[in-house]
């Protein structure tokens, strides 16, 4: 399969199993509480007529902000699959399938941009750099930017740890095991992790999913949407707090970080940026 199908089968994949994704991988409502609290304060200093928003990707959770009166909303995503059946369209919410490299957007047309996840779909460093160009570009020059990241930890626990602990039944969901597995993988910043890396391990580790159903809890029509991960060309990176800090700090200024306080949001930083 060429690289460019692998890539976006996993996405079409993606786009039909998304309404069974959980957290940490889908926000909840404390993370939109801390995207409406920073949105609500920014508004509260710069009395303006309507609010251009601007959503990176096809999140339902971030469309349902309790956003400004009058905000026109619009959403860019790569993935045609995505927008035609996650984002939820309707009246100022239109879906866009473009690129965030190059954002079919004016110059400063956008006041509040926000993400989840968004640069831990990007391959680090250079293609994320151009991305936050792309971002400071279309943003206006007292705008905002919102985005919760996916961070590895400075010493990241063992594969082996997260498995043992999938075999004891101590991961609720598998989307806590998917974050910690993805974040123990071996990796650095430009490497990333690779899906299809991922779902070696899992093959190595794992003979009979019905029997991890069984002892974890976890439905198995969850469990066998991993299949999607064989032989996909998808690559996730995920930096370290300081990287993050370090790539964000050249393109905007940063005005807080937000931990959420639920199971494994040590690991997802609300950043609230601003252009510089």
């Not at 200093?45 to 902000?65: K, M, N």
């Not at 927008?83 to 939820?88: A, G, K, Q």
């Not at 940063?254 to 601003?274: D, K, M, Q, S």
Request: net charge negative; hydrophobic share 40%; charged share 20%.
């Amino acid at each position: 399969m060429l690289a460019s199908a692998a890539k976006a089968a996993y996405w079409d994949s993606l786009a039909e199993s998304y309404r069974s994704l959980g957290s940490p991988f889908r926000p909840i409502s404390e993370d939109v509480r801390i995207y409406e609290k920073a949105v609500a304060d920014w508004a509260a200093e710069r009395p303006r007529g309507a609010v251009q928003g601007l959503v990176l990707g096809s999140t339902p959770a971030l469309a349902g902000l309790g956003w400004p009166t009058g905000t026109q909303l619009i959403s860019v995503d790569n993935s045609f699959s995505m927008v035609r059946s996650v984002w939820p369209a309707a009246d100022r919410r239109p879906g866009i399938c473009g690129s965030w490299t190059d954002l079919p957007l004016r110059d400063h047309s956008i006041d509040v941009a926000v993400g989840d996840g968004s640069l831990n779909c990007v391959r680090h460093p250079e293609p994320v750099e151009t991305v936050c160009r792309s971002l400071s570009r279309a943003l206006s020059p007292d705008g905002l930017f919102l985005l919760r990241t996916y961070v590895r930890p400075e010493e990241p626990e063992s594969v082996e740890q997260v498995f043992e602990d999938m075999f004891r039944g101590a991961i609720p969901s598998l989307t806590h095991f998917k974050l910690r597995l993805f974040l123990a993988m071996p990796q650095d910043r430009r490497s990333g992790a690779a899906l299809e890396d991922f779902y070696e391990l899992w093959l190595e580790h794992v003979i009979d999913p019905a029997c991890i159903a069984q002892t974890t809890g976890w439905p198995l029509e969850d469990i066998q949407t991993l299949s999607a991960y064989r032989q996909s060309s998808t690559v996730h990176t995920f930096p370290t707090l300081a990287e993050f800090r370090g790539l964000l700090h050249r393109h905007f200024d940063e005005c807080a970080i937000v931990t959420p306080n639920y199971l494994l949001g040590e690991h997802c930083p609300i950043f609230v940026l601003r252009p510089r």
